[in-house]
């Protein structure tokens, strides 16, 4: 195996770590409200919240991704690597397409997750929330793989929203919209070299876009030139959260506690315990946490993460819930208003035997804040689907052009 | 060809024998395949020049033991002993050489201060005590961390309880002691640099650790555990060789029924739907086995026999991790002439002598070690086994076989360029002790922890498959989830001396695994 660092040693002292779009996103942001994401500092919001929202929602939103961690894995050995590393079957994914995957320590305690991308048969990238160059080169041994560490090497952008395949065909993606859902492919841009992939953390149609850091700041002019009818708009990292919420998609260390920062040793989760065992398959060979895996489902999971449907318009977020008015049986670990499905929603990790009761009397314990005086609510909630917003454009090919 | 068995044993040393034989002696069918061309691993002899017999490897018997030499009939088979309870010789390059007696019983030879005497009595008699209390412990499988099984925490239970009856002082001085340095256990109480050097000597023989290095009382404690016809930590010396015990062995493997393999070396383990079904011969030979067992050290037997496809990344990358840098070398001579350790009568040529000045001489030969060079006097135990049993010799021969202590495996320069030289400087070592000696040289063997990982195919050359410390011993080793004889990989297990009680020829592990393998057979 080959390890490749790649760390930009002197960046570490920098008080402000710039992705690939710094000059860009920072000439944009009119707020100067900035939040850090794994080392990096991105924009929390350009101008207002609610309005980059919309704009995912209602035309297109670009927001700088850069940041996610991008390891590639190549060799003979990378389909054995890989699907030894992640639960689902990494010899089902063909050059070419992408998976949404996750990844186990031995106890089954999910690591992390992210899309898995084939770029050839013996070539793979692996993009996620955290760290991960550590655990992959330890779960690298006896097995021919050279695994590198792409993060400051690429850019990337996530490209959301109904006009984002009109603007990327504009921008001279041409066959663009035959991209199906979890495909990818190349595209040269008047000279960039730009990989587009139908895949996204907001539940709508959108695409993201990878590109050697240097031709960065190009893309995003490029992007917003063609985009000059459908306007385009940046969107900061506050407004993803609440997208990706719509989606019910969760977020490491948001909604459960990676492996690898759980100190007790109960404290990870089973993909089971994420309502996730879809990504688990037992018939692909060994991979790492399946003995455990098996145990664990013989046994059941302890906590599953449920989606609620709260009554009032007051975000719930990080309030307990109980059962009955009386019996601790959980947490809320994300929690919003709604805009589009206009509904106060949350993801919450619960006890298994309330979450799998039929219709349990849940009441979860909100305060308010109202003229910094504290008022606390005891909202009824009900267990619900996890996609709270889905629509049917985020699946069609061709997408409509709007 | 394919062939099919109940169980597979992969390696012929004492462990891969003992475990073979208790399957066999249970009615089932079993193979046991060794690489090499004849049986033994590192209990082996051979010949180095026409009549020559050299304990290879290890050259005395002090914990083998006793319940497998009953249950397997190893005296019927053969096994007898030229020499049994063995007194040690600490030797004085003036010539004050210290004799401790058998199982630690006595000190003579130099004048020793009466202080030393009575200091010495209490001593060896409280580590005795302390060793009987780890000795129960060690016969058993130890339990699984973390699994909360009652059988498993009896067993923990029953140790707690076991040093709670030491009594409080003994109990308070057994805690103070057993995860410290011995040099430190030894210079407190003791002043006669030999005797400190001596004591110190069985806790880093064969190991990566000086004296000062710390976890080294439990080495030692673990030593004295063995016993030998009553008598804790007595060296014996078979009749005919070291070769004799895993003769013996083979004979009692043949009488159970059970089959042995020579010059089959094994290419990986099959595992088919995360279960062992069998194994493959370099030669592509496939042999199915209902249960495959593994006497190697277990770091090849995960990464290399079952690869780290089969297992999960963390326990492939602690198995990778298992520290067993081998350190100990062996030199065997062949020699015209008894050799004549000045100072000995003739009784005492023929004990185990020590070359070990003090416990500082042994730590700068242990720095030495540290940056891969040579030391320039290593400790060494010595034994001329042909004093006591001729049958190895020819007429007026004998042989004399050290074991170096704090020898690198990978030496700056390499071996190649360093090798005669060391040799040459070992042999003047036991020329100063043992004047002529050199003159009567007529072949020399050296095996350096390299030489040792080629011809045993033990990682690192190590003796004991795995650093006997506390990290790598009890339901620690050779590792937490791999410790209890079963693995990871059902019908997949271990029976060397990387698996629990550990190193030197004991057997306990063969013994244990066997057990186990009968066990989980009896519950599926």
Not at chain 1, 238 to 262: C, H, K, P, Q
Not at chain 1, 363 to 375: F, G, H, P, S, T
Not at chain 2, 438 to 467: N, Y
Request: charged share 25%; hydrophobic share 40%; glycine share 10%.
């Amino acid at each position: 195996m080959i390890i490749r660092r790649n760390t930009v040693e002197a960046r570490h002292r920098e008080a402000v770590r710039p992705t690939p779009f710094h000059t860009r996103t920072s000439a944009a942001c009119l707020s100067n409200e900035w939040t850090t994401w794994a080392g990096y500092t991105v924009p929390n919001v350009y101008d207002d919240m609610t309005y980059e929202y919309f704009t995912v929602r209602n035309q297109v939103g670009v927001l700088d991704i850069s940041p996610l961690s991008k390891y590639r894995v190549r060799g003979p050995e990378a389909e054995a690597f890989m699907n030894r590393l992640l639960t689902r079957d990494a010899r089902k994914l063909s050059p070419g397409r992408v998976a949404y995957a996750l990844w186990c320590n031995d106890d089954g305690h999910v690591i992390d997750d992210g899309t898995v991308f084939r770029l050839g048969e013996e070539d793979f990238r692996l993009c996620c929330q955290e760290h991960q160059l550590g655990w992959l080169s330890r779960s690298a041994l006896g097995f021919d793989v050279e695994i590198e560490d792409e993060t400051a090497a690429l850019g990337a952008l996530a490209f959301q929203g109904p006009t984002s395949c009109a603007v990327l065909r504009r921008a001279g993606c041409e066959g663009i919209e035959t991209l199906r859902p979890f495909d990818t492919r190349d595209f040269d841009l008047q000279g960039i070299a730009v990989t587009v992939s139908r895949t996204g953390f907001t539940g709508d149609l959108g695409y993201e876009l990878w590109v050697a850091a240097a031709d960065a700041p190009v893309l995003w002019d490029r992007l917003f030139e063609a985009g000059a009818l459908h306007d385009p708009r940046p969107v900061g990292l506050a407004a993803l959260d609440l997208l990706r919420l719509e989606a019910g998609f969760i977020v490491t260390n948001t909604d459960y506690v990676s492996a690898e920062l759980a100190l007790r040793r109960n404290r990870g989760r089973t993909p089971f315990e994420l309502g996730l065992e879809r990504l688990v398959d037992f018939e692909k060979g060994h991979f790492t946490g399946r003995r455990a895996l098996l145990e664990a489902q013989r046994q059941g999971p302890r906590r599953l993460i449920v989606a609620l449907d709260i009554e009032h318009n007051k975000p719930a977020q990080d309030a307990l819930v109980y059962l009955g008015g009386k019996k601790q049986v959980g947490h809320i670990t994300t929690a919003a208003w709604s805009p589009t499905c206009k509904r106060n929603i949350a993801l919450a990790t619960l006890e298994a035997v309330t979450a799998r009761r039929p219709n349990p009397d849940l009441r979860v314990e909100i305060y308010v804040k109202k003229e910094l005086k504290w008022r606390r609510l005891m909202a009824r909630a009900k267990i619900v689907d996890r996609r709270f917003f889905d629509p049917e454009r985020r699946r069609t090919t061709p997408p409509a052009d709007y | 060809m394919s062939s099919s068995f109940d169980a597979v044993v992969i390696g012929a040393g004492h462990n891969g024998l003992v475990a073979g034989t208790y399957l066999a002696k249970a009615g089932r069918k079993v193979l046991v395949l060794e690489a090499c061309g004849s049986p033994g691993g590192a209990a082996a002899s051979e010949e180095i020049a026409p009549g020559y017999q050299v304990p290879t490897y290890a050259h005395l018997l002090f914990n083998l033991d006793p319940v497998v030499v009953r249950d397997l009939r190893l005296e019927r088979h053969g096994l007898r002993y030229a020499k049994g309870a063995m007194a040690t010789a600490a030797l004085d390059r003036d010539g004050r050489h210290l004799i401790i007696g058998e199982g630690l019983e006595g000190l003579g030879g130099r004048g020793i201060a009466a202080t030393d005497l009575s200091a010495w009595s209490d001593m060896s008699a409280r580590l005795r005590r302390f060793a009987v209390t780890l000795a129960a412990f060690l016969a058993k499988t130890p339990p699984r961390l973390g699994s909360g099984g009652w059988d498993e925490n009896r067993t923990l239970l029953e140790l707690g309880w076991k040093i709670r009856r030491l009594g409080r002082d003994d109990m308070r001085e057994f805690l103070r002691v057993v995860l410290s340095n011995v040099a430190d256990l030894v210079e407190d109480e003791l002043e006669d640099p030999l005797l400190q050097a001596a004591i110190a000597f069985d806790a880093v023989l064969g190991g990566w650790t000086g004296p000062r290095s710390p976890g080294t009382v439990l080495p030692l404690l673990y030593r004295l555990t063995g016993d030998s016809a009553g008598l804790p930590a007595a060296r014996r010396l078979p009749q005919g060789g070291v070769g004799a015990l895993t003769q013996a062995m083979a004979g009692a493997l043949r009488e159970a029924g059970g089959s042995l393999r020579c010059d089959a070396r094994v290419a990986r383990v099959r595992v088919e739907g995360d279960r062992a079904t069998g194994v493959v011969l370099e030669d592509g030979e496939t042999i199915a086995a209902g249960s495959v067992l593994s006497s190697i050290d277990p770091k090849r037997a995960f990464l290399e026999l079952i690869g780290p496809h089969h297992l999960d990344a963390e326990f492939a990358q602690r198995a990778n991790q298992i520290r067993m840098k081998g350190a100990t070398a062996k030199l065997n001579l062949a020699l015209s002439a008894p050799p004549l350790f000045s100072g000995l009568d003739t009784t005492q040529q023929a004990e185990r002598l020590l070359i070990a000045p003090s416990i500082d001489d042994m730590e700068v030969a242990f720095n030495a070690l540290k940056y891969g060079e040579l030391p320039q006097t290593p400790p060494m135990e010595i034994v001329v086994p042909s004093l006591a049993d001729p049958s190895i010799a020819p007429d007026g021969g004998h042989v004399l076989s050290a074991v170096v202590q704090y020898v690198p495996f990978a030496v700056k320069g390499g071996w190649d360029a360093v090798r005669e030289d060391f040799q040459t400087s070992l042999i003047a070592q036991l020329e100063a002790y043992a004047p002529g000696l050199k003159d009567s040289v007529v072949a020399a063997q050296l095996l350096t922890p390299a030489d040792i990982e080629e011809r045993l195919g033990t990682s690192g050359g190590h003796w004991h498959h795995g650093e006997l410390a506390a990290d790598q011993m009890l339901m620690l080793r050779p590792f937490q989830g791999a410790a209890q004889y079963a693995t990871p990989i059902d019908g997949f297990y271990l029976c060397g001396a990387g698996a629990h009680p550990g190193g030197d020829l004991m057997g306990t592990a063969g013994r244990n695994a066997a057990r186990r393998v009968l066990r989980r057979e009896g519950t599926t």
